[in-house]
């Protein structure tokens, strides 16, 4: 499919959910959460690139209230709406940790988000489904206010996009990981009114 008729709304509500830029702990590969890092050099290189890729603009942009998400929106919009909603999963205890580390740490908890990645909580967070509540009826919400034909952007983070990805695609949310996409990737979705459905998963512009 050409890049054109990928974003080209049609008769529907066209969404870009986009993935914030890299960040230092995201390099690191340690849990990230709701701590609130900036972007680094490398993340700031590929918001730069959102802004002179995308190939539309939006009619309106959303955004995390995080910095990582509000530094990557302001790379390709001038006025940016901030919902609280749109935050990543607060992974509790764990940020700030690599994965051995939060192994070694949190053996228990990892026993059972191997068998149910999308209820258990991260220890002193949030659980996957939480997410999906919080950011399901809200990005409805915004979408309801919007006509057909129109273009929005979501600038938010890799569990929240994952989890609506595999939500919208009626999938159970242990699925959930299977949609991860990298830093500034875009997951495109139509909205019709009653409905999202998936037209492209991990769109990048080229780096």
Not at 85 to 109: H, K, S, T, W
Not at 167 to 196: C, K, M, Y
């Amino acid at each position: 499919m050409r890049v054109v008729d990928v974003w080209d709304p049609g008769t529907e509500l066209l969404v870009a959910l986009v993935r914030h830029g890299q960040t230092a702990w995201n390099a690191e590969k340690r849990f990230l959460g709701v701590t609130d890092l900036d972007l680094d050099e490398e993340g700031e290189r590929q918001a730069l690139t959102l802004q002179n890729g995308l190939p539309v603009g939006f009619d309106r942009v959303y955004c995390s209230p995080l910095t990582r998400a509000r530094r990557t929106a302001a790379a390709f919009a001038t006025q940016v709406s901030i919902v609280p909603e749109f935050a990543e999963m607060n992974q509790g205890e764990l940020e700030g940790l690599d994965r051995a580390e939060a192994v070694a740490r949190f053996p228990d908890f990892f026993s059972a988000w191997t068998a149910d990645r999308g209820h258990v909580c991260a220890p002193g967070g949030e659980s996957v489904k939480d997410v999906v509540s919080r950011t399901l009826s809200r990005l409805t919400e915004i979408c309801s206010q919007h006509r057909p034909g129109e273009k929005i952007a979501v600038v938010s983070h890799q569990i929240v996009i994952a989890s609506l990805t595999c939500t919208f695609r009626g999938e159970p949310l242990q699925h959930w990981s299977n949609h991860g996409i990298p830093n500034t990737a875009v997951t495109l979705v139509g909205w019709d009114g009653a409905r999202f459905s998936v037209r492209e998963r991990g769109w990048r512009v080229a780096q």
